[in-house]
């Protein structure tokens, strides 16, 4: 029986957040929260109960603004910063992490195409603690990008009528970023839509029944001649016609996510082996922990890991330098942000294998107990193999590989 939603349930006007003053405060901030974020995971997972509480630590500690441009008294950190963020919180809980993901990439698109009446609106709202959700997927089309949802011209302002699906963190948002096509002089062009949660005619039906990732609060929305003003209307399609870092540091969350999820699992796995495993009857040692054929395999994994990280952190400097070459309107933007996009995308890939690899190695080191189904360590595999399937990796390492052999640079969209 699904269950239908119709506003933001953080309530922002409760809030008040803190003010982040740099990158490096809110990772010393997102690593005190893991701990605390990790403890309810399984049982959240099992129950499938929203992180509500947990988002609004997540808010109150002002980590949902520290992309905030600081001429609006934010922090403006860099990817970077939002990549290590989002990181940690994937070692804790790679559904929380995601509910962030569509929030700052969306932020990312406010950024670059809003005017100022909404940059005030929305980015306070953020600073204050209010959460953005998507709503971009349709099912009915020939292709995930192909819309039924329509933007049109009505009263003041547009109103939007349609249905989005896999809208991840609708359930709990306060602003929900509506991808839909609207007329243009060269016809229907894709546009980004800034909607109150609450707004008359949104409803959010809680209906996301995954096998993984069962609490990123994601649901269908549904837009019932729903009134948005000019100045919540940005021309998302421009945003592609000019180089950017829109793709790259969207699919930099995405990754960073996925090089979360594996050290989380690879730490449980290494807990669960010391408390719970025994040794191997062959091996003529005490614990398994002691079992050297083990402690190769732990090495082989770790080995996997860190090259994820390492790979992430790369990527991340590579999105920070071709913003900081946009940002200076020096020469090389072309050449900058391809290298960005082309990073990113092999730190999704390699990300994305560790993720899936070692949330299914887990069971290999730990033992037969660890299959149990009262330990629910199969959520890791769960939501790895989820997660990975957001948009294939195969158009990732086919770009990378025409960048390699025959220079050519990716293309534009959201997805490199």
Not at 14 to 21: G, L
Not at 129 to 147: F, I
Not at 344 to 373: H, M, P, Q
């Amino acid at each position: 029986m699904s269950e239908t939603i119709t506003g933001p349930t953080l309530g922002a006007s409760d809030r008040e957040a803190a003010v982040i003053a740099s990158g490096a405060e809110a990772v010393r901030i997102a690593r005190a929260l893991v701990p605390r974020f990790a403890e309810g995971a399984s049982a959240r997972d099992r129950e499938r109960c929203l992180p509500r509480e947990q988002l609004r630590e997540l808010a109150l500690s002002g980590l949902l603004g520290v992309t905030v441009p600081r001429a609006l008294g934010g922090p403006e950190t860099g990817a970077g910063t939002v990549a290590e963020v989002l990181r940690l919180l994937g070692t804790a809980d790679l559904s929380l992490a995601q509910v962030t993901q569509p929030h700052f990439a969306f932020l990312n698109a406010l950024r670059l195409r809003g005017g100022d009446s909404a940059r005030v609106r929305v980015f306070g709202d953020v600073l204050a603690g209010s959460l953005v959700s998507n709503a971009q997927a349709e099912r009915s089309g020939r292709t995930a990008h192909t819309h039924a949802t329509r933007l049109e011209r009505g009263g003041d302002g547009w109103r939007i009528n349609g249905s989005k699906y896999y809208a991840t963190g609708s359930l709990l948002a306060d602003w929900i970023a509506v991808v839909a096509p609207a007329e243009t002089p060269d016809g229907p062009r894709p546009h980004l839509a800034f909607v109150p949660a609450d707004a008359p005619g949104v409803r959010v039906e809680d209906d996301w029944a995954g096998m993984g990732q069962r609490t990123t609060a994601s649901g269908t929305v549904h837009l019932a001649d729903v009134a948005v003003p000019d100045s919540l209307v940005l021309p998302q399609y421009l945003t592609f016609e000019a180089p950017t870092t829109y793709g790259a540091f969207a699919q930099l969350l995405h990754a960073a996510i996925d090089v979360g999820a594996a050290r989380g699992a690879l730490t449980e796995a290494a807990d669960f082996v010391r408390a719970k495993s025994r040794p191997w009857f062959e091996s003529g040692v005490d614990t398994a922990a002691e079992d050297p054929l083990l402690v190769h395999r732990f090495g082989e994994l770790e080995v996997q890991v860190r090259a994820a990280e390492a790979l992430l952190a790369s990527a991340a400097d590579r999105v920070d330098a071709a913003d900081a070459v946009l940002s200076e309107g020096a020469p090389g933007a072309e050449d900058a942000t391809a290298e960005a996009s082309i990073a990113v995308a092999a730190a999704k890939v390699v990300g994305g294998r560790a993720a899936v690899e070692i949330s299914s190695a887990l069971f290999e080191v730990a033992g037969t107990r660890a299959a149990a189904d009262s330990e629910n360590l199969h959520r890791h595999w769960r939501d790895t193999r989820t997660h990975t399937v957001h948009d294939p990796v195969r158009w990732k390492v086919q770009h990378v590989g025409e960048y390699s052999l025959n220079r050519r640079r990716p293309p534009r969209h959201g997805q490199i």
